[in-house]
């Protein structure tokens, strides 16, 4: 969570700086006007630089995994930069509603052009003739892109409508590029800023080109066919086991895979539950049954074929610590079930101690993971919360004394993981301790 919001706030203040050293406000006379055509900039090249850099996030780039951590942390920072976007985006359109549209400040904001040369004036004269178009589309594409990321930020709208809609911002990106490209203050050409705003603007391009075709993560995607289809009414979970019929880079257990069943229908995200082997071609994969994809169970079927897209994440239980406490709530048992079928055949010597907690008993769900646990020698409790109350990091110290000598690792629910990271942290966990995948793309 550190280097993401080093990120964040890292691009922010690189942009803004370059910013300062490239506006004049602060050396001009002051007055409202010229600070409401500062700010106006201000706005719009935060606004683009955020957008282009969460479009770059969009691709699922495994590049940056090293810095910004697994995929789950970034989508976080997709999510904090479309939110910036939609700010500043508002703050920019209401910074040019206060005394006119944008035409009024075009033509008393450009001054002090890089050069009076032939191949200028060109450029300069081809940039007006488009003012008014990159007006009308900036207007229009204000609009859209408030909605459009409006509806991104409402947990309440259904995934299945929300999967359609986001891939709209990517072609409403690109009318804010050509309207930024025509409407930027000439004076930044001949700074840093200008540099930058290109290069990110250029990245962002091709970022949402690639994903209006359907493209991203092209590089990471093999064929397979359905085997199985186990759906777990007690649990609301869908086992699916997968025979790779193209080369599987292979994966760690804790990761996860995005499975796309026909062309029109969208990547589904599934927990990987099998660890793996190196002439093994098969996978078993978990996800959570939502409303949509309770449908699944009925549309799957054996002989199928799909998209395999991974793998990703970081939940890899690496570390030093001599003991490890795991934690997991529904379809977050899925990593520590890999986990323990790795271990049952490459002990890695740590003494491990599991809480499983579940809203519904399933005796049978139970009765594999104790079996499970019992071959990976791992200490099971499990706790059905009607019955035994909420788990929190009080319960989990009492039952191992001695839980200061490892770290802890949860799957779950983001509410039950932040009242136990506080929890924890309250007795003195560090907060590097506390490892958490988010397991979510929205």
Aim: one cysteine or more; aromatic letters at 12%; proline letters at 3%.
């Amino acid at each position: 969570m550190k280097n993401i919001k080093l990120s964040f706030w890292g691009l922010l203040i690189v942009l803004t700086g370059l910013w300062l050293a490239a506006d004049p406000v602060f050396s001009s006379p002051l007055s409202f006007s010229v600070w409401r055509l500062a700010l106006i900039n201000y706005s719009g090249i935060i606004a683009m630089g955020a957008m282009s850099v969460a479009l770059l996030l969009a691709l699922r780039p495994v590049l940056f995994a090293p810095v910004l951590g697994s995929i789950d942390k970034m989508y976080r920072l997709h999510r904090w930069l479309g939110l910036t976007g939609l700010v500043m985006i508002i703050l920019h359109w209401l910074l040019t509603q206060v005394t006119g549209w944008l035409m009024h400040w075009f033509s008393s904001g450009r001054t002090g052009l890089i050069d009076t040369s032939e191949l200028t004036v060109t450029i300069i004269s081809a940039l007006q003739s488009q003012r008014g178009l990159a007006q009308a589309l900036g207007g229009w594409a204000f609009y859209a892109a408030v909605a459009l990321i409006v509806l991104a930020l409402v947990k309440q709208f259904p995934y299945r409508y929300f999967f359609k809609t986001h891939r709209l911002l990517a072609v409403v990106y690109l009318l804010l590029v050509f309207h930024a490209l025509v409407l930027m203050k000439l004076n930044y050409w001949a700074s840093s800023i200008a540099g930058l705003m290109a290069l990110l603007m250029t990245a962002g391009s091709v970022a949402a080109l690639i994903i209006l075709v359907r493209k991203q993560g092209l590089s990471r995607q093999v064929v397979g066919v359905i085997e199985e289809v186990i759906p777990h009414k007690d649990n609301h979970v869908l086992e699916v086991a997968i025979q790779i019929k193209g080369r599987w880079s292979g994966h760690e257990v804790g990761q996860f895979a995005f499975v796309t069943m026909g062309d029109k229908e969208r990547a589904h995200p599934f927990s990987i539950s099998s660890a793996w082997n190196e002439d093994a071609h098969s996978l078993f994969l978990h996800m959570a049954l939502g409303d949509y994809t309770r449908s699944l169970p009925f549309r799957l079927k054996v002989g199928d074929v799909v998209k395999v897209e991974g793998p990703y994440g970081q939940f890899d239980f690496s570390g030093d610590k001599p003991r490890q406490i795991w934690v997991g709530s529904g379809i977050g048992m899925t990593p520590f079930i890999a986990r323990m079928k790795k271990l049952a055949q490459q002990p890695d010597g740590k003494s491990i101690d599991l809480f499983y907690t579940t809203n519904k008993r399933d005796e049978e769900a139970i009765k594999r993971l104790r079996q499970s646990a019992a071959e990976a020698n791992v200490r099971l409790y499990v706790l059905v919360e009607s019955y035994d109350g909420r788990l929190d990091a009080g319960r989990i110290a009492q039952a191992v004394p001695e839980w200061k000598q490892g770290d802890v690792w949860f799957c779950g629910p983001a509410g039950f993981a932040r009242d136990l990271r506080r929890g924890f942290i309250a007795k003195g966990l560090a907060p590097d301790d506390f490892h958490q995948e988010l397991f979510t793309v929205r």
